[in-house]
């Protein structure tokens, strides 16, 4: 089992920048790829960004060049800065990460992130 725990999520005013981050414990050796997703009311869930322990990384094209997805193995961590927050990237993220040896998907419990205009 795998036990994600994001934290960093608040209320923050257009073009200001916050810091999430994504704890990993538990069965975390064959985590490889580990992603940020978001969920607005009455929108699906999408990916905002993900990074391979190899540090290899892919990103929506809405927060291209103001979110930066990155990782640190040895805390088991993954963080995602956000910068020029706009108030359409208010949503629920969730930290997320697939056991390649299960292919199960597990998810963190999500944190809040309002940006007001």
């Known amino acids: 089992q795998v036990l994600l725990v994001e934290s960093g999520g608040g209320l923050v005013q257009a073009g200001g920048s916050l810091r999430l981050s994504c704890a990993a414990s538990?069965?975390?050796?064959?985590?490889?790829?580990m992603s940020w997703y978001r969920q607005a009311p009455g929108k699906q869930r999408e990916s905002v960004a993900q990074?391979?322990?190899?540090?290899?990384?892919v990103y929506a094209d809405s927060v291209k060049g103001r979110f930066t997805i990155s990782r640190d193995n040895g805390k088991n961590t993954v963080y995602l800065q956000m910068n020029s927050l706009k108030p359409e990237d208010t949503a629920v993220y969730f930290c997320?990460?697939?056991?390649?040896?299960?292919?199960?998907?597990?998810w963190g419990q999500g944190t809040q992130v309002t940006v007001s205009s």
């Open positions: 538990g069965s975390i050796v064959n985590l490889n790829v």
């Open positions: 990074i391979s322990r190899g540090g290899s990384t």
């Open positions: 997320s990460a697939v056991d390649v040896a299960t292919l199960k998907n597990y």
